[in-house]
């Protein structure tokens, strides 16, 4: 069965640096997304992308996160300058399409932990 | 937006059927319901997804009345390895994001 995969698995890094979080979504889907849950909290949405441009994001993607799809495979979300208060579970999703009678297929998370 | 209201915990034992009710009184014409189920650590997993009556698949069964005002998620014989969170989630076309609330702790004794 198709997944959604997500490198590392676990990420530890220092207040200020930059991280790359990498997912390699479900081949033949279109939409991705990127959600993060803080230990004990609820799931919460960061953004979608589809067609190669941002089409939905919350208030908690602010200028220092991005997203990029660097080649055919990869979907990436950056973080310019972790703060303490990043440190979450990150999660990737892929769809086929949007809404409607369709799922989200996560990944396995990766834990960032900023010191 | 659709608030939903799932119980905040639930306790069953194997082998015995459980039902998860969530209210979503506002929901919209357009939005189906779904339900997605998340062990510790992991990545929330999709369930089952239905917009009126009753749907079935190989994991649960959800039943939505007329109103579409509810949903119950059924899971017939629990074991051991349904214990996780449950979300109750309304979705529909054009949103892309889910909005996910505290869900439903299920614990299963043995």
């Known amino acids: 069965e198709p997944e959604v995969t997500q490198t590392p698995s676990h990420q530890v890094t220092q207040m200020g640096q930059e991280v790359i979080l990498r997912c390699v979504p479900i081949?033949?889907?279109?939409?991705f997304y990127w959600y993060r849950q803080i230990l004990g909290q609820k799931v919460e949405f960061l953004v979608s992308?589809?067609?190669?441009?941002?089409?939905?994001k919350s208030e908690i993607f602010d200028d220092q996160f991005s997203v990029e799809r660097p080649d055919g495979s990869n979907f990436t979300l950056k973080i310019r300058s972790t703060k303490l208060e990043d440190s979450a579970m990150y999660f990737c999703?892929?769809?086929?399409?949007?809404?409607?009678?369709?799922?989200?297929?996560f990944g396995p998370g990766t834990r960032l932990t900023v010191l | 937006l659709a608030k939903t209201t799932q119980p905040i915990s639930m306790d069953s034992y194997e082998g015995q059927e459980v039902n998860i009710t969530c209210s979503h009184n506002?929901?919209?014409?357009?939005?189906?319901i779904t339900w997605y189920q998340q062990f510790p650590s992991q990545g929330p997993r999709f369930i089952i997804q239905g917009y009126k009556t009753k749907v079935t698949n190989e994991v649960a069964s959800l039943f939505i009345p007329a109103d579409r005002k509810s949903s119950t998620l059924s899971l017939p014989r629990v074991s051991l390895s349904d214990t996780a969170v449950y979300y109750c989630?309304?979705?529909?076309?054009?949103?892309?994001?889910?909005?996910f609330g505290s869900g439903t702790r299920l614990q299963v004794q043995p």
């Open positions: 989630l309304p979705w529909g076309t054009g949103r892309r994001a889910l909005t």
């Open positions: 999703a892929s769809s086929e399409t949007s809404g409607g009678a369709n799922e989200q297929f």
């Open positions: 992308f589809y067609n190669n441009e941002i089409s939905e």
């Open positions: 081949s033949n889907h279109l939409y």
């Open positions: 506002n929901i919209a014409t357009n939005d189906y």
